[in-house]
């Protein structure tokens, strides 16, 4: 018994410095020994010694997926404009954050659903229509979006409280929506949620189309409802961290610098592959294009005078596309000369448009003799309005035209190639005797003054036409500016056939006849070319160029009110 215990003494030894080797073996990664001991209570104790090669893996360290872009530079874009009152541009950005019911396609043709699921005509006229949403969508806070959010939406943007005379604009499509928006009611008959997925509208008039691309899901009523509407229109919430239903949602705003937001766990598609996707703003086309080449940014808008140059430069694509945007002189008639149309035929006589889209456009622009380009809404006797100088003269000495001071020509456009255009505008005019000056101001500033008729005589703008006559109403027809100078509620104000103008929209936008509605718009098409309405120039290609690390990257040019599903939630970086 003795021997035996000291045996086993011996062993508990060795086991324990066994065990200290196993310890300090585990310490070094290449090699283990692993000692294995079999005690019996016999003659003699057999261990066996195994060695083992581990590979010790190191677990890679995540690369956070970055996106940096000048998202709001060039025609398209209104930087920070993240105030609905004050904006008309900016949407390519905004959708990242805030989705619309449905998305375009690349080409504007083509409705591709997106928060909603369907939409439909219940009415045989044409004035109502239901709406579904996809079942089980959420904010980014995870609060559920619902037919009650539109509804809240609806009622802000109409309340007097928050938008003034312009709440009438819009509400006035809607059965009982003037009413509300002049404070004689408390609600919008003509809007009403069934459940929480569907939304019933009924409007005054006939619906032949329903853009639901026009209606995005900004306002989410549990968060907004904390404030009044006055207060939401002061501005000051803009800047909070609110929900949103895009890909990306609301991270922080640095005024001036930049917007960044971060990957939507909620978004119906799937959370994006990029974690954050920043907006950088620059303060013209030519830096964001120099902070593209350095690297800085993938992606930014590029004026047709850079294509060539960047073509050729490896690491990056660059992207075409059709603008569906009319540029055009649009004309203040509160001006008296301007209602003289030998003045108005003077000044686009005086104007060699088919040398300005040769030498600065380099050929890629159609010149326009209204507000369409496509050639449905053009008739054949539209006048050309070729280059002559001459007869520009002679028609200003006829018109005794003359100008106690030059005139601002006022755009929104910061880009190289439209600030070409301008100084070429500048000089034909003068040529013949009619004096202007430049100025550039941003989107909000402009929109302060412009749509209102207040302090200008001639401004170079863009309009979307792609829609047809639609895109024509707003801006157009009368009594869609209730806060606008003067006897008519326009844009322009009284240029010459303007209810005859309206009347044509009108039958362009509401008839259930498409005859109807085609013949109403070519009369639109006959009358902007006949009376220059505006000085129409011509309809661009727009461009855009990607730094080739991102993929899966979609861009088109559409007018800045048309978002398009550009699969942002699949964009991500492969260096």
């Not at 086991?15 to 016999?42: I, Q, W």
């Not at 581990?54 to 970055?66: A, I, R």
């Not at 402009?446 to 703008?461: A, L, R, T």
Request: hydrophobic share 40%.
């Amino acid at each position: 018994m003795t021997a035996i215990k000291s045996t086993r003494r011996k062993f508990l030894r060795m086991a324990a410095l066994a065990g200290g080797s196993l310890a300090l073996a585990a310490c070094t990664p290449a090699v283990v020994e692993r000692t294995v001991v079999v005690e019996k209570e016999v003659e003699k104790v057999v261990t066996q010694v195994v060695e083992r090669t581990v590979v010790v893996e190191k677990e890679p360290t995540p690369v956070e997926q970055v996106m940096v872009g000048a998202f709001d530079v060039g025609p398209h874009g209104c930087p920070q404009c993240y105030d609905p009152l004050k904006r008309s541009v900016g949407y390519w950005w905004l959708t990242k954050m805030w989705a619309p019911l449905a998305f375009w396609d690349e080409t504007g043709t083509k409705a591709i659903p997106e928060l909603a699921e369907s939409w439909e005509p219940t009415s045989d006229d044409g004035r109502v229509w239901r709406i579904t949403l996809r079942p089980g969508l959420k904010w980014s806070d995870g609060e559920p979006l619902t037919m009650n959010d539109l509804r809240y939406q609806f009622r802000l943007m109409y309340n007097p409280e928050y938008a003034g005379e312009r709440a009438v604009t819009g509400a006035r499509y809607f059965v009982g929506g003037e009413a509300y928006a002049k404070g004689e009611a408390d609600d919008i008959t003509g809007i009403k949620v069934l459940d929480d997925l569907t939304i019933e509208l009924t409007y005054v008039d006939p619906m032949p189309i329903l853009n639901v691309s026009d209606i995005y899901f900004e306002f989410a009523e549990h968060f907004w409802s904390q404030f009044t509407p006055a207060e939401i229109a002061s501005g000051q919430h803009y800047g909070d961290a609110r929900p949103c239903c895009g890909p990306f949602m609301w991270s922080r705003w640095v005024k001036d610098q930049y917007t960044e937001a971060v990957a939507n766990p909620y978004y119906w598609r799937g959370r994006p592959k990029l974690d954050k996707l920043i907006n950088r703003y620059f303060d013209n086309e030519t830096t964001a294009v120099l902070a593209l080449q350095r690297g800085e940014i993938d992606f930014t808008y590029i004026g047709r005078d850079v294509v060539p140059s960047l073509k050729r430069v490896p690491g990056y694509t660059v992207i075409a596309g059709s603008s569906g945007v009319a540029n055009f002189i649009a004309l203040n008639f509160r001006e008296p000369i301007i209602q003289d149309l030998r003045v108005r035929q003077a000044m686009i006589y005086a104007l060699d448009r088919e040398k300005i889209i040769e030498t600065l456009y380099l050929g890629t622009a159609q010149k326009l003799n209204c507000l369409f380009s496509q050639a449905q809404f053009n008739p054949s006797d539209l006048t050309d309005y070729p280059y002559d100088p001459e007869k520009a003269k002679a028609l200003l000495a006829e018109a005794n035209f003359t100008q106690e001071a030059e005139w601002e020509l006022i755009t929104y456009y910061s880009d190289q190639l439209s600030t070409n255009v301008m100084q070429a505008i500048q000089k034909y005019w003068a040529d013949v005797g009619i004096k202007v000056r430049p100025r550039t101001v941003d989107v909000p500033t402009f929109n302060s003054f412009q749509p209102i008729g207040k302090d200008w005589v001639v401004s170079y703008i863009g309009q979307s036409h792609f829609r047809g006559a639609r895109d024509a109403m707003g801006r157009w027809a009368n009594d869609q500016r209730p806060d606008a100078l003067g006897e008519c509620k326009n844009m322009h104000g009284c240029y010459p056939s303007i209810d005859e103008v309206t009347a044509d929209l009108k039958i362009a936008t509401s008839s259930l006849d498409g005859a109807a509605r085609l013949e109403a718009t070519l009369n639109v098409a006959r009358t902007m070319n006949a009376e220059l309405t505006d000085i129409w120039m011509w309809a661009a290609e727009r461009y855009g160029a990607v730094n080739d690390r991102v993929k899966n990257f979609k861009f088109a040019p559409l007018p800045a009110n048309a978002g398009f599903y550009d699969q942002s939630e699949l964009w991500e970086i492969v260096p």
